[in-house]
T-cell receptor, first 112, second 115 residues
Framework: ELKVEQNPLFLSMQEGKNYTIYCNYSTTSDRLYWYRQDPGKSLESLFVLLSNGAVKQEGRLMASLDTKARLSTLHITAAVHDLSATYFCAVVTTSGTYKYIFGTGTRLKVLA | NAGVMQNPRHLVRRRGQEARLRCSPMKGHSHVYWYRQLPEEGLKFMVYLQKENIIDESGMPKERFSAEFPKEGPSILRIQQVVRGDSAAYFC?????????????FGPGTRLTVT
């Protein structure tokens, strides 16, 4: 069964600092998603990563995918308070129902 | 093009009552997926439906939960005799095709509170 693990679960960081969130998954998948969720809100799609070595950047966030290591990273550069949210990675199963398997989430708090 | 719509956005039920959650997929999408998010957790798959068919309900609790997607109208997730442990956010997603290459688009969710 496909499992997705994220770490850290909680992350408190100062504004201006850099940090990386890790997403490991247990079996082969064709694509990986990163989402942001603010408290009480829905999911905001951030990135879709489709192939080994894929790297995408939007503002202070950069995501990468290593399918051989079954690892994706979400790197935060020079964090600002507005980035405070919970970040989820999700992997699509490749057989049967194409369901999303979500990680447990990383709750990020950026301190001013 | 309107996104996935869910209603109600917030629902409060007392223990033992029934909860009905509705999901209207994006225009042109005939595949609907329901996910549940318990507090402080990630979303977990519940059920996948096409029009008039339940395809995969492997994530649905065996009792009290049911889902449908009729030929006309929204998909409905029904929870009978709710208990406090059913309190969660319920999200539906839709896609135009059932392929891993097609992204699922998520609705705003329904937050169910059981008192």
């Amino acid at each position: 069964e496909l499992k997705v693990e994220q770490n850290p679960l909680f992350l408190s960081m100062q504004e201006g600092k850099n940090y990386t969130i890790y997403c490991n998954y247990s079996t082969t998948s064709d694509r990986l998603y990163w989402y942001r969720q603010d408290p009480g809100k829905s999911l905001e799609s951030l990135f879709v990563l489709l192939s080994n070595g894929a790297v995408k950047q939007e503002g202070r966030l950069m995501a990468s995918l290593d399918t051989k290591a079954r690892l994706s990273t979400l790197h935060i550069t020079a964090a600002v308070h507005d980035l405070s949210a919970t970040y989820f990675c999700a992997v699509v199963t490749t057989s049967g129902t194409y369901k999303y398997i979500f990680g447990t989430g990383t709750r990020l708090k950026v301190l001013a | 093009n309107a996104g996935v719509m869910q209603n109600p956005r917030h629902l409060v039920r007392r223990r033992g009552q029934e909860a009905r959650l509705r999901c209207s997929p994006m225009k042109g999408h005939s595949h609907v997926y329901w996910y549940r998010q318990l507090p402080e957790e990630g979303l977990k798959f519940m059920v996948y439906l096409q029009k008039e068919n339940i395809i995969d309900e492997s994530g649905m609790p065996k009792e009290r939960f049911s889902a449908e997607f009729p030929k006309e109208g929204p998909s409905i997730l029904r929870i009978q005799q709710v208990v406090r442990g059913d309190s969660a956010a319920y999200f539906c997603a839709s896609s135009p095709e059932h392929q891993a290459s097609y992204e699922q688009y998520f609705g705003p969710g329904t937050r169910l509170t059981v008192t």
